[in-house]
T-cell receptor
Framework: QKEVEQDPGPLSVPEGAIVSLNCTYS??????FMWYRQYSRKGPELLMY????GNKEDGRFTAQVDKSSKYISLFIRDSQPSDSATYLC??????????????FGQGTILTVHP | DTGVSQDPRHKITKRGQNVTFRCDPI?????LYWYRQTLGQGPEFLTY????????KSRLLSDRFSAERPKGSFSTLEIQRTEQGDSAMYLC???????????FGQGTRLTVV
């Protein structure tokens, strides 16, 4: 079993829809949770990160972590065609400032059509 | 452009040849990471440096792989005796102390034929 599991999709939604992307993880030592966006043939770009459980909002994006169920979510409101990309969840161990390894999910391919 | 720079962007090589990739991190970043990403998968951790010290290596990094970061600036990743299974995107990232804010380069896409 992979440490971070993510449904690869693909997910196709109409413009303006609310998108929900999800991951589960197995290691309770993970304390930092990130979402990256990756356009085709580009490197991943950090969207946002959350420490421990709770919600974090940034514009149209909301990240949610539930440590009791080991569940990570990213919500995109009013989705736009420019949001079409692969979305990667990632986790980081408890020693965030000293432990160097990000563990990524498989990535979910999202297409927002006009 | 002051982001993470990787060179080359693409490399096609014959099986058995050696290849070397270069990564130039964001200038003030002391941490540098290498990841490998195959088609349809998320990046997998290979190794990481804090300044010039290589602090962790994944089991994925076989003895054919070696990474260096002389003087704590740019880094190189060398693959000796390449195999078809080495075909992947090799990503470099850098951060200042805290990997919650790691910035990735565009990657080097390696194809072994």
């Amino acid at each position: 079993q992979k440490e971070v599991e993510q449904d690869p999709g693909p997910l196709s939604v109409p413009e303006g829809a609310i998108v929900s992307l999800n991951c589960t993880y197995s290691n309770s030592a993970f304390q930092y949770f990130m979402w990256y966006r990756q356009y085709s043939r580009k490197g991943p770009e950090l969207l946002m990160y959350t420490y421990s459980s709770g919600n974090k909002e940034d514009g149209r994006f909301t990240a949610q972590v539930d440590k009791s169920s080991k569940y990570i979510s990213l919500f995109i409101r009013d989705s736009q065609p420019s949001d079409s990309a692969t979305y990667l969840c990632a986790t980081l161990g408890a020693g965030g400032t000293s432990y160097g390894k990000l563990t990524f999910g498989q990535g979910t391919i999202l297409t927002v059509h006009p | 452009d002051t982001g993470v720079s990787q060179d080359p962007r693409h490399k096609i090589t014959k099986r058995g040849q050696n290849v070397t990739f270069r990564c130039d991190p964001i200038s003030e970043h002391n941490r540098l990471y290498w990841y490998r990403q195959t088609l349809g998968q998320g990046p997998e951790f290979l190794t990481y440096f804090q300044n010039e010290a290589q602090l962790e290596k994944s089991r994925l990094l076989s003895d054919r792989f070696s990474a260096e970061r002389p003087k704590g600036s740019f880094s190189t990743l060398e693959i000796q005796r390449t195999e078809q299974g080495d075909s992947a995107m090799y990503l470099c990232a850098s951060s200042l102390d805290d990997q919650t804010r790691a910035f990735f380069g565009q990657g080097t896409r390696l194809t072994v034929v």
